[in-house]
T-cell receptor
């Protein structure tokens, strides 16, 4: 079955710096890769996603890149702000399994002001 | 636009009692997912339904857990009898078919004493 590894488990950056979180997946049939942000005590919220036919996607300060050959994808946050502090989860899914997502273990991002 | 609605938001009960968690997916979504989140194990998929039919329940921890989806707008997750190790936050999520993302409810924080 699919397995998703996420690194680092914690990340501290200074406000204004960039943050990068990386995930690797095991099943080459995976074709959809969302990223979720979860603030303390709240639900996971989708922040960006990418499909396997696209190598990069950007939305303001957030971007995701996908390397299908190496089976890894990354979240990039530029010009970090204190409100970016949260837990970030990557996930991978295989369409044939009805959009079943396998989540990474999460990264705690702290943005220091 | 109403999101995924879960009830109750918080549940505190004694060991051995039956617990029922409820979920109303987003109208028009035909996939529904139940997750459990703990510090130790992260986000675990318990079971998911497509068009009200259970597709994969391999994540259900044991026979004490059961889930139903009697119609497209309602699902329940039941634990009977409950144990302290079942204490966690339980999330319900729904999505459409294809590459549509999963949208999470606000979760039920369950404490078994």
């Amino acid at each position: 079955g699919e397995n998703v590894e996420q690194h680092p488990s914690t990340l501290s950056v200074q406000e204004g710096d960039s943050a990068v979180i990386k995930c690797t997946y095991s099943d080459s049939a995976s074709n959809y890769f969302p990223w979720y942000k979860q603030e303390l005590g709240k639900r996971p919220q989708l922040i960006i996603d990418i499909r396997s036919n696209v190598g990069e996607k950007k939305d303001q300060r957030i971007a995701v890149t996908l390397n299908k050959t190496a089976k890894h994808f990354s979240l990039h946050i530029t010009e970090t702000q204190p409100e970016d502090s949260a837990v970030y989860f990557c996930a991978a899914s295989i369409k044939e399994y009805g959009n079943k997502l396998v989540f990474g273990a999460g990264t705690i991002l702290r943005v220091k002001s | 636009d109403a999101g995924v609605i879960q009830s109750p938001r918080h549940e505190v009960t004694e060991m051995g009692q039956e617990v029922t968690l409820r979920c109303k997916p987003i109208s028009g979504h035909n996939s529904l997912f139940w997750y459990r989140q703990t510090m130790m194990r992260g986000l675990e998929l318990l079971i998911y339904f497509n068009n009200n039919v259970p597709i994969d329940d391999s994540g259900m921890p044991e026979d004490r857990f059961s889930a139903k989806m009697p119609n497209a707008s309602f699902s329940t997750l039941k634990i009977q009898p409950s144990e302290p190790r079942d204490s966690a936050v339980y999330f319900c999520a729904s999505s459409s078919t294809g590459f549509e993302p999963q949208h999470f409810g606000d979760g039920t924080r369950l404490s078994i004493l």
